[in-house]
């Protein structure tokens, strides 16, 4: 594997500890499906404030966290398909090298049969 997925690897795993952080931090008070329990529904699915920083900044690190993930599984796909392609070219090469070589009988011209006389050949006793 290359070192940009490493690197991206890396960057995954700080991404997904600083998103559980920042959920943690949030506020659960009327806050996402945590208000859903006692609420009526016009309440809990209103806009009743702003977001906050904290919710600003999960939602962006929870978007780069999403194309990461995209990122990394779409170099994972690419690397897979160079090593088949190269191990399907090594076997081949490989086949190809142990077999003996075929030559096609219709490259090879016949002999003329060589005429012996009669008086050359031993008698049959």
């Known amino acids: ?40 529904s016009q309440s809990a699915f209103s806009t009743a404030g702003a977001a906050t920083f904290v919710q600003k900044l999960t939602r962006v690190v929870g978007i780069i966290y999403l194309v990461l993930v995209f990122a990394l599984g779409y170099m994972t796909i690419q690397e897979d398909r160079s090593v088949k392609a190269t191990s399907s070219l090594k076997q081949s090469a ?31 006793q």
């Open 94 to 124: 490989e086949q190809s090298a142990t077999a003996a070589p075929q030559i096609p009988a219709t490259a090879i011209p016949a002999a003329p049969a060589a005429e012996v006389p009669a008086a050359e050949l031993p008698a049959a």
């Open 1 to 40: 594997m290359s070192t940009l997925f490493w690197v991206g690897i890396v960057i995954h795993i700080f991404l997904c500890l600083f998103l559980i952080l920042l959920i943690l931090l949030q506020n659960d008070k009327m806050g996402g499906l945590a208000g859903l329990g006692g609420m009526t």
